[in-house]
């Protein structure tokens, strides 16, 4: 006889597991404790209570939007894509082909493609696997597995450091409601008090932004949802999802590399790239 699980308990195993194993600064459903730098934004992330519609989650987007600069400097310069761009990576030879949304997510999309024309992503390592006790994530994109010296206990805390100015490029989190004509910056869905789900959610295929504790510090690390997460919806931000080549996503094992990204289509979407 087959003991049976209910689902709510093997989420919880897994979100707990990944509390109590986690390292690294940047991970996904982690409750790890970032490195502190002093180009870390902080946020206090405690929920609100407060319940709102479509129309004030577009109101308080607007109005964040606005305002972003204050909490991160230089954000009206950082790489955005206005639309939509393709994005094919080549692991072991296959490819995976990535819609990226600019519509919905212009700073981290933009941010995904300005690292993929610079050549970031080629010859990284998939540092992170979690497949058990069921299929969740596949993350890489740390700029120090490039170099085969770096120990694998260390991967998982890099960044991208921009060379024009010698310092780490982090985007804010950038979440977008369901009825919201701006998306949120610098808090997840909960912390800004906003009910409604995100519109690019974690479905099987979603590609998002991996971060530490703190929102605002995404940089280059990014996963693939081996399945619908949605207990991640609103606290990491999606840009984009695995159109073609998914298979391939499932075959990746921990220590493989990225042989190739490149932008295929949509590169002319692209401004303020760095």
């Known amino acids: 006889m087959r003991l049976k699980i209910p689902q709510f308990l093997v989420t919880l195993m897994i979100v707990g597991a990944l509390m109590l194993g986690g390292c690294s600064t940047q991970q996904v459903a982690s409750n790890s404790s970032p490195t502190s730098t002093a180009t870390e934004a902080s946020t206090n992330s405690t929920a609100e209570t407060t319940t709102h519609t479509a129309n004030t989650a577009s109101t308080e987007a607007t109005s964040v939007s606005e305002n972003i600069s204050e909490s991160i400097p230089g954000m009206k310069d950082l790489p955005r894509l206005e639309g939509k761009a393709t994005v094919v990576m080549t692991v072991k030879g296959s490819p995976i082909t990535i819609e990226v949304d600019g519509t919905n997510a212009p700073i981290t999309a933009g941010n995904f493609v300005d690292l ?20 969740f994530v596949v993350q890489g994109g740390d700029p120090q597995s490039k170099d085969p010296k770096v120990p694998a206990n260390r991967l998982g805390t890099g960044s991208f450091t921009d060379p024009k100015t010698g310092k780490i490029r982090y985007i804010p989190l950038e979440i977008k409601p369901k009825g919201a004509e701006q998306p949120i910056y610098s808090k997840t869905l909960e912390a800004a008090g906003v009910t409604q789900p995100p519109v690019l959610q974690h479905k099987q295929g979603a590609v998002a932004m991996a971060r530490s504790q703190m929102p605002d510090s995404a940089s280059s690390q ?28 499932n075959k990746i094992q921990q220590g493989d590399r990225i042989d190739s990204a490149k932008v295929t289509q949509g590169a002319e979407n692209l401004k303020n790239a760095g």
């Open 116 to 135: 993929v024309q610079k050549g970031v992503y080629d010859g990284l390592v998939f540092h992170r696997v979690v497949r058990q006790p069921q299929p």
């Open 222 to 249: 990014f996963y693939f949802a081996l399945a619908d997460l949605g207990f991640l919806d609103g606290s990491y931000a999606v840009f984009g999802n695995v159109t073609n080549g998914f298979d391939v996503v």
